[in-house]
């Protein structure tokens, strides 16, 4: 029989390889959660829409509840993943053992499942769901950080990371704390803190490092840019821009937003790769230029408020964000860690370029969406637009994540 027919131990899929590695265990959580978390919002908004499928309403108000699954929930598995793992190699440290992240994958996992029934059932599932994320957050918080206090917070980059995740855990507290006493107030805050305190600054801390390594390791004569002061000078202004959007001084927010524009275009420009580059290196930068796209918008919007009071815009700024930057860096540098360690070749092959392209048509739709009559129909289309671009791509990473490495080697 050849060597690669499916009885070959390349071929074998078994739950328990999914504790051989932090990014096994955590991907595969995050890959089942984008399809679950997209499918009830997609059936929701259909609902909403046309009426069908007839879908119970929560008694928090779906949207709600929707950003934050999105932010704490389904993107939350593949930080910690990413971060469980590169830590212990940023700081020279021992790596973390299946005791450290195998209850924070648990967590992150029951806790959405739980919101989800909570969202279709019963509503003191969503108190379950919100203590076992609360619990797996927290679990995987505290071993990161006892990583950094032996590193004596020399590493920059992870100091960032770190507290990027202890204001996403205030964050979880403030919605926490809401489904107690239903005060609107704490469920914004949970939600405005998970995109500008919590994923904006892991996804910069992350490329800010990251992307630049990585160019200079197949671009010929690449030339690296990444002071720490970028990073220094990022961390006030997007404080800046949570504090403002957190009093609804939306008419000032271009006072952090235009520097942060500048910011993040001068990286931008100072990094892009020139020279012959992978695709696997390409969409890297692509779905980063999605950031002064949305940063451009939100200036436009706070300029428009400033001078009439109307939100022109709507929403399109944060979905420029969630969807263009946060969902393309999504598909790109999760399928560059599982191509990486999985050992299989550096590509990015036709699975994840149909998710990536897919991706930027659904960005521009949902952003059409805030400008049209017909808001929720677009914005359904939106929704089946991810599920279509990322179903392909999740089962094929779950199976690998289910699958011995492809070069033989542990992990």
């Given at each position: ?78 930080m ?60 995987g ?36 704390a ?99 580059a ?11 230029a ?17 001078l ?86 999740a ?6 994540y ?10």
């Amino acid at each position: 029989m050849d060597k690669h027919s499916a009885t070959s131990p390349q071929h074998v899929l078994s739950p328990a390889m999914l504790a051989r590695a932090p990014h096994r265990l955590l991907f595969f959580i995050g890959a089942a959660n984008v399809l679950l978390a997209m499918l009830w919002w997609a059936l929701w908004l259909v609902d909403a829409r046309w009426h069908v499928p007839g879908l119970p309403q929560p008694q928090v108000y779906g949207g709600w509840i929707h950003a934050i699954v999105m932010q704490y929930q389904v993107l939350a598995p593949f930080m910690f993943g990413f971060l469980l793992t590169v830590f212990p190699r940023w700081m020279g440290q021992d790596e973390l053992t299946r005791w450290h992240y195998v209850p924070v994958g648990l967590g992150l996992f029951g806790g959405q499942l739980l919101t989800l029934a909570g969202a279709l059932g019963p509503a003191h599932l969503l108190h379950l769901g919100a203590v076992f994320t609360l619990v797996g957050w927290g679990t995987g918080l505290l071993f990161l950080l006892r990583l950094l206090w032996r590193d004596g917070g020399r590493t920059g980059h992870a100091v960032s990371c770190a507290g990027a995740l202890l204001l996403g855990f205030a964050g979880l507290l403030a919605y926490a704390a809401y489904l107690h006493v239903e005060d609107a107030r704490l469920v914004f805050a949970a939600i405005k803190i998970g995109t500008f305190g919590l994923l904006l600054p892991v996804y910069f801390t992350v490329a800010h490092r990251m992307f630049p390594f990585f160019a200079g390791n197949v671009v010929k004569g690449y030339q690296p840019w990444r002071p720490m002061w970028v990073l220094g000078a990022f961390w006030p202004l997007v404080l800046a821009h949570l504090a403002l959007e957190l009093v609804h001084a939306y008419q000032w927010l271009w006072l952090a937003d235009v520097p942060l524009l500048a910011l993040a275009g001068t990286w931008l420009w100072r990094n892009w790769p020139r020279g012959p580059a992978p695709l696997l290196l390409r969409v890297l930068f692509w779905g980063y230029a999605w950031l002064p796209v949305a940063l451009a918008l939100y200036v436009a919007q706070s300029l428009a408020y400033l001078l009439d009071g109307d939100f022109i815009l709507g929403r399109a700024p944060a979905h420029a964000l969630f969807i263009g930057f946060f969902g393309s860096l999504l598909v790109a540098m999760v399928t560059r860690v599982t191509q990486g360690h999985s050992g299989r070749p550096l590509v990015f092959g036709g699975v994840a370029t149909f998710a990536f392209a897919v991706i930027q048509l659904v960005s521009v739709t949902r952003i059409v969406a805030e400008l049209v009559p017909d808001q929720m129909a677009w914005q359904a289309a939106a929704a089946l637009g991810w599920l279509l671009a990322f179903a392909p791509w999740a089962l094929r990473s779950l199976r690998i994540y289910l699958a011995p490495r492809a070069d033989g080697k542990p992990g």
